[in-house]
Nanobody, 121 residues
Framework: QVQLVESGGGLVQPGGSLRLSCAAS????????MDWYRQAPGNQRELVAT???????NYTDSVKGRFTISRDNAKNTVYLQMNSLKPEDTAVYYC???????????????WGRGTQVTVSS
């Protein structure tokens, strides 16, 4: 089994910054894509940012130029640097990873439990 634990959420004023982290632990041979999703009350969960094992990234339009996703493969950790935060960024943020548990095993997908980000004055 694999566990994902997010950290770094909190309350921040508009225009402020936060850095989220998500560390994976357990039976891990390799992690392919690492994603950040978010879900605001009454909304569907949406994909915010993706990073491949090779470092290619993609972002939803609403966060381009403000958020940066990165990863540390040695630490099995993904980060989300969030700058110029807006009230509409308020949501629970979840990490999501595609993990290969063993050399000959198929990959499986895992969710973290989420961390709350609130942008308010």
């Amino acid at each position: 089994q694999v566990q994902l634990v997010e950290s770094g959420g909190g309350l921040v004023q508009p225009g402020g910054s936060l850095r989220l982290s998500c560390a994976a632990s357990g039976r891990i041979f390799m992690i392919y894509t690492m994603d950040w999703y978010r879900q605001a009350p009454g909304n569907q969960r949406e994909l915010v940012a993706t990073i491949t094992r090779g470092g290619s990234t993609n972002y939803t339009d609403s966060v381009k130029g403000r958020f940066t996703i990165s990863r540390d493969n040695a630490k099995n950790t993904v980060y989300l640097q969030m700058n110029s935060l807006k009230p509409e960024d308020t949501a629970v943020y979840y990490c999501y990873m595609s993990v290969k548990g063993g050399r000959v095993e198929a990959s499986r997908n895992y969710w973290g439990r989420g961390t709350q980000v609130t942008v308010s004055s």
